[in-house]
């Protein structure tokens, strides 16, 4: 945020930062349901959310008469989540979506399932929390009625397919992407939970790397954690 507060051009998927105006300025041609679905609609969506409320962001810290402290601190605290929030979610969706579209998948059904999902977390999102494509003009009259009837199509076509997405069990999704106790198909939680907590990073020493700098010369002189 600061290097587009000063000027300085994002790079990679942050650069949707660099057209913040633009993006701000865009009107929605979606008519229909299936318009609606589309990828690079939905994309756009996320994006003027985000960028809307960057932009909002910057402008207030830009005061001069406020210390930055105070600020951040008081002023703009919600301001400041809201911001990282939607930023984040955008994020979350740019860098899934490009995962799939660079994976080779063995199964050529396996991508349109995941393409679904991306399209239900942004509509998700946007049920959420879509009041800035009003304020921006993006959305108009209209708008909430093809969203909320676009994720009812996105769910009943989902549906069939929620049982086989949550058992998946292939190299396709492999445990260190989908770490659940529940997500298998025999059901034997308890014993995935015993599996995670043996195999984890940090049951493969003895003591962490930490213990000896950090934890013993805390207890050695009786300090409490």
Request: with cysteine.
């Amino acid at each position: 945020m600061l290097s587009i507060a000063t000027g300085k051009p994002a790079q990679g998927i942050f650069s949707y930062l660099n057209n913040i105006d633009e993006l701000c300025q865009l009107k929605s041609t979606v008519k229909t349901v299936d318009e609606f679905l589309e990828l690079d609609h939905l994309d756009k969506c996320l994006a003027i959310r985000a960028a809307f409320i960057v932009r909002d962001v910057v402008k207030k810290l830009a005061k001069k008469d406020i210390k930055k402290k105070v600020a951040i601190n008081d002023l703009y605290a919600q301001d400041l989540l809201m911001m990282s929030k939607a930023h984040h979610m955008y994020m979350s969706f740019v860098i899934f979506m490009k995962s799939v579209e660079n994976r080779q998948f063995k199964c050529p059904n396996i991508k349109p399932l995941l393409l679904l999902l991306a399209k239900i977390f942004a509509l998700k999102q946007l049920s959420l929390d879509s009041v800035v494509l009003y304020e921006t003009g993006f959305f108009t009259s209209g708008s909430k009625g093809l969203l909320l009837d676009a994720m009812k199509k996105a769910l009943i076509e989902l549906r069939p397919h929620m049982i086989p997405l949550v058992e998946l069990k292939t190299d396709e999704l492999l445990d260190h992407s989908h770490l659940s106790a529940i997500g298998n198909k025999y059901g034997d939680i308890y014993e995935r939970q015993l599996e995670l907590a043996m195999n984890s990073r940090l049951n493969k020493k003895d003591k962490p790397d930490y213990w000896d700098s950090l934890v013993k010369p805390i207890m050695q002189q009786g300090g409490k954690l």
